[in-house]
């Protein structure tokens, strides 16, 4: 047990560690260098469409590669059906590439248009591909594929400042982690068909559609801060949030990795959900909350003063609630994962669907009403109910089996 626990320990680490360099790197090089090329205007039009984009690639890349961890355990049909999904997902990236551009109102020179598709489409295969450390629980393999991928971004970006595509500044990142996959790994490969796996192709796609119904609607609540704010709002009340919460939104980041670990186990794991695992779920979930806050809400202090001391003294008395509200968010995602391991998939589409409804009743006559406040309170309370109900379908479940 106790060297288990060390192995997963390790392993989070060695995937946190890779996301967070990948993640400075976007934060000080890239976007740095697209606020200083582009302007604030432009530059606010380019993250609009990468928000855009994400909310879709994001999705269909991390439910092929959810979907594969979950059929891990009881029969994996092989990579052809996978591939095929893979397909049809990039088929539909075009038109929703092109729909992020119009929307967002960012430059649509065909230059752009075109390497924009190209990071859309590379975007949601490499969501994808890292399957392939997760599958064979290779995590320091896994560190370097975001290494890999942060060195394409220095690329991207110097690439940027010669041409002016912004595109570019990400692009070969994407494209140098799915060449890593290619090169070193097996998922991307298509392999001989087999009669199995081809009678199977319609229920893994079935349940494909449920996952990314469900991290479509969760991709787009994660980002509904800025859409909502701005809508009912001003930017400045965006800008404001926004950095109130920064630091409570790394965990929400984090959880990708942390999740991606989790399930990599889970799926080597024989047992049923029992009442002795939802007491160490819930516990941990408790733990991680409090100690979560109360580290996020120190950083967003030091955060806030160093780099915005004009905002601090607004920003100040939301800390705490900002940053509680990023950490029952991530934890709450991070309960999905289980329930996805041993609960019907129908799971997901309860407690997403839940969530965004409470989301929306919540959030926008509270912000309607009582302006930023109300948002951060709404904000907070659908994330304590998308907690909540997470934890009570463990429970439920648990309640069924017999404790071993």
């Known amino acids: 047990m106790k060297e288990k626990l060390k192995s997963v ?20 090089v890239v976007y740095k260098f697209w606020n200083s090329v582009l302007g604030n205007e432009i530059n606010g039009t380019v993250l609009a469409a990468i928000a855009y984009m994400n909310i879709f690639a994001i999705s269909a890349g991390t439910a092929c590669n959810y979907l594969r961890m979950r059929y891990a355990q009881t029969g994996d049909p092989g990579n052809n059906g996978y ?20 929307l967002s109102g960012a430059p649509k020179d065909p230059a752009t248009v075109i390497l ?33 991928i942060a060195l394409g ?6 690439l940027f400042r010669l041409t002016g595509l912004w595109p570019l500044a990400l692009l070969p990142g994407d494209m140098a982690g799915v060449v890593m996959v290619l090169c070193r790994g097996r998922v991307l490969r298509r392999e001989r068909p087999a009669e199995a796996e081809a009678q199977t192709d319609r229920k893994l796609f079935m349940a494909y559609l449920t996952l990314f119904g469900t991290f479509l609607l969760n991709n787009a609540l994660f980002n509904g801060d800025r859409i909502l704010l701005n809508t009912l709002l001003d930017g400045t009340n965006v800008t404001l949030y926004y950095q109130a ?19 990599g186990y889970l799926a080597r794991f024989d047992g049923k959900l029992n009442r ?57 995602s991070s309960i999905t994962v289980v329930l996805l391991r041993f609960s019907p998939m129908s799971y997901q589409v309860y407690v997403n669907l839940g969530y965004g409804a409470v989301y929306l009743i919540l959030c926008i006559p509270l912000t309607m009403r009582f302006g930023f406040a109300g948002f951060a309170w709404g904000l907070l309370s659908a994330n304590a109910v998308y907690l909540l109900y997470s934890l009570y379908l463990g429970w439920r479940d648990a309640g069924k089996e017999k404790e071993t």
Not at 153 to 158: A, R
Not at 248 to 253: I, N, Q, V, W
């Open 9 to 28: 320990l390790t392993d989070s680490l060695w995937s946190i560690a890779g996301l967070v360099i990948m993640n400075m790197v976007l934060q000080f």
């Open 83 to 102: 591939l095929l999904i893979l397909a049809a997902a990039c088929l539909a990236g075009v038109p929703w590439a092109w729909g992020s551009l119009l």
């Open 116 to 148: 924009f598709v190209l990071l859309c489409l590379f975007t949601i295969v490499r969501y994808y591909a890292d399957v392939e450390f997760k599958l064979t629980l290779h995590y320091r393999a896994f560190f370097v594929y975001y290494i890999i």
């Open 153 to 158: 971004y220095l690329l991207g970006s110097f």
């Open 245 to 263: 919460s920064s630091v409570g939104k790394l965990m929400a980041l984090l959880s990708t990795p942390l999740n991606g670990v989790m399930i």
């Open 276 to 332: 002795k695992i939802m007491k160490l779920t819930t516990l941990a979930a408790l733990g991680l909350t409090a100690v979560a806050t109360l580290g996020t809400t120190v950083g967003s202090h030091i955060y806030v003063k160093l780099l915005y001391p004009n905002n601090y003294l607004l920003e100040r008395p939301w800390f705490l609630v900002a940053s509680l509200s990023q950490v029952l968010f991530f934890v709450a």
